[in-house]
């Protein structure tokens, strides 16, 4: 039987500090989180529109948790790639890739965030 939806359906970006790493998402993306403690770890969930395409996960602290530039790479869209970037810097992050043309595919650029996570942006071309 073959498999009617995408792959990924959720994803968990590892902290260890997750007030910390709250207030950057917020400051970098205005997210607002709905917060949780599952099977002994801190969670911070991302917003879920329903209807809307995409996936959701979260910010997720405790002992299996590892930040890392080296793991699992996440997309973030956003409508303004440059302005995300300034953003993240504004509020700790480190350039890991500048803002580069995907062609017909838009902008990409990366970023080590407040936790050490490798992150990056897609921005959809207009």
């Known amino acids: 039987m073959k498999n009617k939806s995408n792959p990924v359906v959720y ?3 590892p902290v260890t500090d997750i007030e910390r790493a709250i207030q950057f998402y917020t400051a970098v993306f205005n997210f ?30 405790g002992e299996i948790y590892n930040p ?19 953003l993240a810097l504004q509020n700790g992050a480190e350039v890991l890739f500048p803002i580069t043309s995907n062609g017909e595919y838009g902008s990409v650029a990366e970023f080590k965030d407040c ?3 490798r992150i990056a942006l897609h921005m959809a071309n207009k």
Not at 53 to 58: D, Q, S, V
Not at 68 to 85: A, H, Q
């Open 32 to 61: 607002a989180f709905e917060r949780d403690i599952i099977h002994n770890n801190e969670m911070a969930f991302f917003p879920l529109i329903e209807g809307h395409n995409g996936i959701t996960g979260a910010l997720a602290k």
């Open 11 to 13: 994803f968990e970006i």
């Open 115 to 117: 936790e050490g996570n």
């Open 68 to 86: 890392t530039i080296n793991g699992t790479l996440i997309y973030f869209n956003t409508e303004d790639i440059e302005e995300t970037l300034n």
